[in-house]
């Protein structure tokens, strides 16, 4: 079965500040693997997803995360976090095997200081 | 554009009654799931359809049951209610195999609570 670890469950950064939110997976083959994003009472927003090729992906906001199997990590990067940003990131895990059904992390909660 | 639509958003029920949740797909998207998020955790799924069929289940209560209707609309009945059934219910939506299917677009998620 799959699984997914978030190792913060609470990081606080500066506006301007570089943010690495970490995220390792288990699984038994590739990974489809996602950043969703969840703002105080509302629903969960793809930031972006990785299925194969360039482990580098680009997603929405200006964030990027890179898959490296070796560790078996998916971490969110963003060079310049903006007060908008403070939120709650899940990353997920999907496995084609099972229907694509979602396996999330515990979340990381993000705060933003002026 | 459009997205996936949960009704309603809020609701407010009593031990032991029963609740129905409804989820309105994306356009054109044929596979729906249902996922349960309590209060600090992550969300927890709970079952899926393709093309009007159960697709997956994980784990859902037996007092709990879906379907998947033929404009692809689902709904969620929730029976016997207890307080621990206090969460967020969130819909999720993808496209057929082929387009997209790997990918849910998450609808703004169903408050229930359960006093």
């Known amino acids: 079965a799959q699984s997914v670890t978030q190792p913060d469950i609470h990081i606080t950064v500066s506006e301007g500040a570089s943010l690495e939110l970490r995220c390792n997976y288990s699984?038994?083959?590739?990974?489809?693997l996602f950043w969703y994003v969840q703002s105080p009472g509302q629903g969960l927003q793809l930031l972006l997803k990785?299925?194969?090729?360039?482990?580098l992906v680009q997603g929405i906001k200006g964030f990027e995360a890179e898959f490296k199997r070796s560790q078996s990590s998916f971490n969110l990067r963003k060079p310049s976090v903006h007060w908008s940003d403070a939120a709650e990131y899940f990353c997920?895990?999907?496995?084609?095997?099972?229907?694509?059904?979602?396996?999330f992390g515990k979340g990381t909660l993000l705060t933003v200081n002026p | 554009a459009a997205g996936v639509i949960q009704s309603p958003r809020h609701l407010i029920k009593e031990k032991r009654e029963t609740a129905t949740l409804k989820c309105y797909p994306i356009?054109?998207?044929?596979?729906v799931y249902w996922y349960q998020q309590g209060p600090g955790q992550d969300p927890q799924f709970l079952i899926s359809f393709y093309e009007k069929m159960q697709s997956d289940k994980g784990s859902i209560p037996d007092r709990f049951s879906a379907q998947q209707f033929s404009d692809y609309h689902s709904e969620l009945n929730m029976s016997s209610l207890e307080l621990g059934d206090s969460a967020l219910y969130f819909c999720?939506?993808?496209?057929?195999?082929?387009?997209?299917?790997?990918?849910?677009?998450f609808g703004p998620g169903t408050r229930l609570t359960v006093l």
């Open positions: 356009p054109r998207h044929d596979t």
């Open positions: 990785y299925f194969s090729g360039d482990t």
């Open positions: 699984y038994g083959a590739t990974p489809y």
């Open positions: 999720a939506s993808s496209p057929p195999p082929g387009q997209g299917g790997d990918t849910q677009y």
């Open positions: 997920a895990v999907g496995a084609p095997g099972s229907n694509y059904k979602l396996t």
